[in-house]
């Protein structure tokens, strides 16, 4: 278990340039924080080792994917033991077209984020896949409207 880290401001904006572009060089990134590039190289390093940072990512269009269709599905379960709870997780996880899993406190049990082409596409998830779990009692999908915020 990690110890919470002490953020100052700098370490705060730089960790907000950072969400913004990922990409900045170090030289762009201690400019826009008030750093020479030295000291700011070794708090991003710090930041690194510390688990504050995570790790970097390419932010990719869905729709470029052919995945323009986002469905937010809540799913409740039979199962009150570890072994089906777990068998539906691992099973859960390895479908591709799922992009975000959270087992949830209360109801519903989990949430699941679902990127796929169209109506037709996740017709076909939740019809031959999702549905068909053992343990699944029900499932609720949900189609966004429009995306007002995300978090890349």
Do not use: W
Not at 36 to 52: I, N, S, Y
């Amino acid at each position: 278990m990690r110890n919470e880290y002490t953020l100052d401001a700098v370490d705060r904006e730089i960790l907000f340039q950072l969400r913004e572009d990922g990409r900045l060089s170090n030289v762009e990134l201690a400019r826009r924080v008030g750093l020479t590039p030295p000291p700011c190289l070794r708090r991003v390093k710090r930041l690194e080792e510390a688990g504050v940072i995570t790790g970097y990512r390419a932010v990719v269009d869905p729709a470029r994917l052919g995945r323009g269709l986002e469905v937010l599905v809540d799913v409740e379960i039979y199962a009150t033991d570890r072994a089906t709870i777990q068998e539906f997780e691992d099973t859960v996880t390895g479908y591709e077209e799922v992009v975000e899993f959270r087992r949830m406190y209360g109801r519903p049990d989990f949430f699941l984020r679902v990127a796929v082409a169209d109506h037709a596409a996740y017709d076909a998830f939740l019809s031959d896949r999702l549905s068909g779990l053992p343990a699944v009692l029900r499932v609720e999908s949900r189609l966004t409207m429009k995306q007002i915020k995300a978090d890349h």
